[in-house]
């Protein structure tokens, strides 16, 4: 619990996230899930769109301590926050799967001329999301928002079933996974690191950054010598499959 609390105050997302919970009074008289995972992803996502800005979570007077540690609590002890830990099966796509079932994974690149940013996340590499309860899967709550240019009623959701025990997968779950990222697969250039994903799929077929990782891990900076590296961008559960071979058939889900 002291750990969770601690990576939680040295956590961007985190800290924005119980900046948000500690003024939701009917979340706090319900204590439902799925309304605090969807302030958590929007509490991500306004820091990803530039809404929020680490020097204002990070100040002091923004979320109380009592607010941290709540949330700590819900990771630590709640079943569900638990089954966002692990990559179950099945997991569920939006879009189009044809298309997106041929994944490769690419190098981090450069920082994009237009916004200066350097894209973290792996590129063409197939997405999913974990069911966060039998109807919702943990990507609603980011299609949902206004921060994603999409009709929920216009996306096909699809069911994928897998054997867990049979599939590689990489676990993102907090600070000390991106270090370990960093050690075994980043490439330096100039002060930064870029993420090799296409290394990281020679060795596993997914890589999941869970629940607690995206509160506690996103937008952490991980300094390693004079170059560092911060993973941001993802903003909800997911996970990136370098390699689908171990899905099973693909039922088409119908949104409730």
Known sequence: MEETLAELLRSPVGRNAAYWVQWADEWHRSRDFWDLYKMCVLAALRLSEGDDTPEEVFDGERCTLDAVRLVAEVLESHPLARRLAVTSSPQIHFGDLHVARTPRAYTGAPPQPATGRVVVKPQGVFWTSSLVDRERSSWQAAIESSYVPVDPAELTEYCLPFEPQNVR??????????????GRYARRDGGRHFMDWGALAREYDAVHLTFRGLLTAQGVPVEEGSASFVLHGWDAESVAWFNCRHFGEAVTRTRR
């Open 169 to 182: 997968i990489f676990t993102i779950d907090g600070p000390a996974d991106v270090w370990s990222l960093v």
